[in-house]
């Protein structure tokens, strides 16, 4: 499904758990039962968080003629009993916020992913004239944990579920060392695009790594729009790409390249985030795990399904693109910041369809003949939403909303067979889905 750009109702969006009350009703239209977990979210990073017992903790109140009041030493030295004959005196046992403990379970939840110190780069030019990175241009990311605690108590208080964590970025020490960079801009972190592909088999692991080289040091002119299958180039065996599986049309085969709409995703959210006009870009047909949260993924599939965004900041855009050991990939995008500043909410899920019972059977020469192995779990079909609101100086606010429709998918097998039998058996290695339905990996 292609973006769509929506004018959004006039609701006021500014509001730190604010996000939750105006836009869930419009997709989630029934209410939390008590209790229930709460989400905390930052642009494509979300966390649940159950509310614990420890969070309250016994409190005495005194209260003098129904009012709270700080009672002298002889009135709390009295017996229940004699408590009883001061009518003027109650004496209450009531339950209140430990802001420390609350704090305590978010560090605990939050913190592994969210909180990062910042990078340092030094950006130049070898002998022959390729860009060369010394370092890594991450932004550092802090969490306000007793703000948030704050706001966690409040939300609670008015049966809000959903909070925007209140994020500090502290921007890196980037060192531009050539001038032919410096004055196309380059400059500065101006955006940075991250995802995790933490249990992906070998071959896609190794088609993430050859793909995301296939753009570090590249530069986006400024005013120019990007398209990611034309700075990609061919994807087959003669450009170092293994068989994984993809998923075309309605079926999931093996084919080169598995794994390369990681790095058009993280390529996505840095562009998104950053407040770039997207021109093209479509989400995978099936909700796929490495793309969570839904919504936030951008499919490939050379020619015809690609991203494309248009750089319409002051100067040019430098990418540095990488994996890390723990399964990480960025996309670090370097040049001028302007005035702009852009929100991104999201993702708001509605339409939930049940995945089929039924379980697919593949053949493949891929696994031992004979034996089966899992390579798809159950997925229930939904429709996802996010939202953007870019602002810059007094020009009036863009508001956006971008649909993801996701189908559902049954749980998924390949069985290892000669290869023969494949040969023989009809669209067994083959799609009848019509050329231009995306492929997904």
Known sequence: ???????????????????????????????????????????????????????????????????????????????????????????????????????????KSISPEMEREKGSVTISRNASGSIVFEGMGLTGRSVDYAALASLTVQALSQNIRSIVLPVKEIQPTVTVNDPSLVAMGIREVVSVGESSFAGSPENRRHNIRVGIDRFNGHIIPQGTVFSFNERLGPVNANTGYKRELVIQGAKTIPDFGGGLCQVSSTAYRGAWTMGLPITQRRNHSYAVQYYSPAGSDATIYPPNVDLKFKNDSPGALLMQTLVTKDDRA??????????????VFGPFIWARVAAPKEEIILKSTSVPVGTKKKVSERNDGLKAAWYRIVRAGNAPEIRERVYSLYETRSLTFELGVEPEAILTASGAVTSDAPSWLPISD
């Open 330 to 343: 960025y996309f670090i995008y370097y040049g001028t910041k302007d005035d702009r500043s852009s929100e």
């Open 1 to 107: 499904m292609p973006l769509i750009h929506h004018r959004i109702w006039h609701v006021s969006l500014r509001g730190i758990i604010g996000v939750g009350l105006f836009l869930m009703p419009m997709f989630a239209p029934h209410a939390h039962a008590a209790g229930a977990a709460l989400t905390y979210s930052w642009q494509y990073h979300i966390f649940t968080v159950h509310p614990q017992d420890s969070w309250k903790s016994a409190h005495t109140l005194w209260l003098y003629q129904g009012k709270r009041a700080i009672p002298p030493a002889r009135i709390q030295n009295l017996s229940k009993e004699e408590l009883a004959t001061q009518h003027a005196w109650e004496k209450r046992e009531e339950e209140q916020w430990d802001l420390s403990a609350i704090e305590k379970t978010l560090r």
